[in-house]
C-alpha cells in the first residue's frame, strides 16, 4: 500500500524560503515518480514539480528558477525547495505518486498525502 507523508509547511515572509518533504513508502521494484501540487481555495489543483527514482524532473514553468525538487533515496524522501515566495505561493502543498513525471496533470496521480499548509504573508 502506497503510502505519502508531506511536511515543513509553515508560515513564510515575502522573499523567504521553505523546503518541503514528501516521505513515502509502499513502492513495488523501487521505482517511483513523485509529483508536487498546490492547492489554493476556489482554484484548480496545480502541477509544480515531479521526480523520479532515476532523478529525471520535470517543473512547472510558473515556478521555474524558483521551486527545485530532489530525492533521497536513503529517506525515501522527495523534497521540494521553495525560494523567493510571495503570497501567491499560499496555499495547500501536496504531493502524489505516478508511474512518470512526463506530465503535471493531477489527474494521473494517484495516491495523494495529506498536504501541508503554506502561507506567504508578511
Known amino acids: 500500500q502506497v503510502q505519502l507523508v508531506e511536511s515543513g509547511g509553515g508560515l513564510v515572509r515575502p522573499g523567504g524560503s521553505l523546503k518541503l518533504a514528501c516521505t513515502f513508502s509502499g513502492f513495488g521494484f523501487g521505482y517511483y515518480a513523485i509529483g508536487w501540487f498546490r492547492q489554493v481555495p476556489g482554484k484548480e489543483r496545480e502541477g509544480l514539480s515531479c521526480?523520479?527514482?532515476?532523478?529525471?524532473?520535470n517543473v512547472a514553468d510558473s515556478v521555474k528558477g524558483r521551486f527545485t525538487v530532489s530525492r533521497d533515496h536513503a529517506k525515501t524522501a522527495v523534497y521540494l525547495q521553495m525560494n523567493s515566495l510571495t503570497p501567491e505561493d499560499t496555499g495547500i502543498y501536496y504531493c502524489?505518486?505516478?508511474?512518470?513525471?512526463?506530465?503535471?496533470?493531477?489527474?494521473?496521480?494517484?495516491?495523494w498525502g495529506q498536504g501541508t499548509q503554506v502561507t506567504v504573508s508578511s
Open positions: 502524489a505518486e505516478s508511474t512518470f513525471c512526463a506530465t503535471l496533470d493531477p489527474s494521473i496521480f494517484a495516491s
Open positions: 521526480i523520479n527514482s532515476d532523478g529525471d524532473t
